[in-house]
Each structure stands twice: as C-alpha cells, then as structure tokens.
Nanobody, 123 residues
Framework: QVQLVESGGGLVQAGGSLRLSCAASGRAFSSYAMAWFRQAPGKEREFLTAITYSGGRTYYVGSVKGRFTTSRDNAKNTVYLQMNSLKPEDTAVYYC????????????????WGQGTQVTVSS
C-alpha cells in the first residue's frame, strides 16, 4: 500500500503555470504506475495523465496534451504535474493516484488516491 499527499495547488491567472507535487510513502513507490485526475465542481472525475513506474512512458488526454507534463523522481518518492498555459476550465481539485498496473483510458480505475489539492485559474 502507498500513501499519497498532493501539494502545490493555488490560485493562478489564466495563461500562468503551476507545478503540483505528489509525495508518496510506502515500501515500493518505484514499482507503482502513477496518474493524475481532476474533478471540477458539478462534473465527473476526469483522468488526465499516467506515467509508468520507470517514467519511460506517459499518456495524456487531449484536453491537457501539450500543456501539462507529468514526471517522477523515484529517489524522492515524488510525482509531478507541471501545468502550463492554464485556462479557467482547468479549475478543479487535482488528485494523484497509484496502481501497480499502468492504466490508461478507458480503464483508469487506480487503486490508491491522495486527498487532492485545489487549483483555481482566474480569467
């Protein structure tokens, strides 16, 4: 089992950038694939991106592809989500997730979840 804590959310103007971090604890963080999700008010949870245990492969949904980048530093037990060119529609609670299986759409049922961090993008 792995425990996840997101940080780095906040208020940013449209066009700006934020970097989210997901700090993990557990015996074998480097064995887990990681993913980022978000949930906007009144909307369903949305899968954004996934990264393999080694960081060698990534997947992005079209709404963030080219703007968001995920990476990981296994030595620091941390996964990052660099968000650039932010738009008001990016406003949501952002969650990191972990699973022993690298999951991409349509099967994105990750097992472990963080508590979320709020990102608000003003116009």
């Amino acid at each position: 089992q792995v425990q996840l804590v997101e940080s780095g959310g906040g208020l940013v103007q449209a066009g700006g950038s934020l970097r989210l971090s997901c700090a993990a604890s557990g015996r074998a963080f480097s064995s887990y694939a990681m993913a980022w999700f978000r949930q906007a008010p009144g909307k369903e949870r949305e899968f954004l991106t996934a990264i393999t245990y080694s960081g060698g492969r990534t997947y992005y949904v079209g709404s963030v592809k080219g703007r968001f980048t995920t990476s990981r530093d296994n030595a620091k037990n941390t996964v990052y989500l660099q968000m650039n060119s932010l738009k008001p529609e990016d406003t949501a609670v952002y969650y990191c997730a972990a699973d022993r299986i690298y999951r991409t759409p349509p099967a994105t049922n990750y097992e472990h979840w963080g508590q979320g961090t709020q990102v608000t993008v003003s116009s």
